[in-house]
């Protein structure tokens, strides 16, 4: 009975998204840093962006939501991206050392201790030496 009021209450309204995610964590975030200083300024700036939040998934406008979160997606998606590329990079740096191809910047990855190995870039075919 509550979920179905619940999913009559939500039909044609926007719901959660990336955005939305992210707005909820920089709450909860803001929220635990301002009771750790004691600092309420950021404490009321944790209300503000959950009101915000809840506003955004409530909303009936869901052309100019989708819009906000495709705004979001094209700019957090390459710095997520770039974060888990350095992440795995340290995670293998033992095992591999890592190269950009010269002539169209893919990252290349080559098993260390091989001596000088001749790599052939996947992407574009450019052949280039190196030193592991």
């Given at each position: ?93 033992k095992d591999y ?23 052939t870039c ?11």
């Amino acid at each position: 009975m509550i979920r179905n009021w619940l999913r009559n209450f939500m039909l044609g309204r926007y719901g959660p998204d990336h955005l939305g995610v992210a707005m909820v964590v920089l709450a909860v975030f803001l929220g635990i840093v301002g009771g750790i200083l004691r600092f309420y300024p950021l404490n009321i700036l944790s209300y503000v962006v959950m009101v915000m939040t809840l506003y955004r998934m409530l909303s009936r406008n869901t052309q100019r939501r989708r819009a906000e979160n495709d705004r979001f997606i094209s700019i957090f998606w390459p710095l997520k991206r770039k974060i888990k590329n350095w992440a795995e990079r340290l995670h293998n740096r033992k095992d591999y050392k890592f190269f950009k191809c010269p002539a169209c910047g893919n990252m290349l990855r080559v098993p260390r201790h091989k001596g000088r190995v001749k790599i052939t870039c996947p992407k574009c075919g450019e052949r280039f030496e190196r030193r592991t």
